[in-house]
């Protein structure tokens, strides 16, 4: 069975920093496109940043510079480095995969993790 195992949400002040981890298991994560959401209460499931099998990225508008987005072939493992954090950025971070997908699209997304929390403070 296909994991998908976020890590590294807490509670930050505004300003600060945090990196997200996900951690694939029964997936080779480097054969997929793997992407970031994030859904605020109240809200719709967004698109936060993707990478593809070759590196590219993409992010959504409002994190660009801010956020960075990694992966570590060697270690099944996808990151996401968030600087900056703002009260905007706080939702449950979402780890996902996909393999011809359309990379801002969740419902192409096959495989999904739990999620990790994530809270600015101001």
């Known amino acids: 069975q296909v994991q998908l195992v976020e890590s590294g949400g807490g509670l930050v002040q505004a300003g600060g920093s945090l990196r997200l981890s996900c951690a694939a298991s029964?997936?080779?994560?480097?054969?997929?496109?793997m992407g970031w959401f994030r859904q605020a209460p109240g809200k719709e499931r967004e698109f936060v940043a993707a990478?593809?099998?070759?590196?590219?990225?993409w992010y959504q508008d409002s994190v660009k510079g801010r956020f960075t987005m990694s992966r570590d072939n060697a270690k099944n493992m996808v990151y996401l480095q968030m600087h900056g954090l703002n009260a905007e950025d706080t939702a449950v971070y979402y780890c996902?995969?996909?393999?011809?997908?359309?990379?801002?699209?969740?419902?192409?997304?096959?495989?999904w993790g739990q999620g990790t929390q994530v809270t600015v403070s101001s």
């Open positions: 990478i593809s099998r070759s590196g590219g990225t």
């Open positions: 996902a995969a996909c393999y011809g997908c359309n990379y801002y699209q969740g419902s192409s997304y096959k495989y």
């Open positions: 029964r997936l080779t994560s480097s054969s997929y496109t």
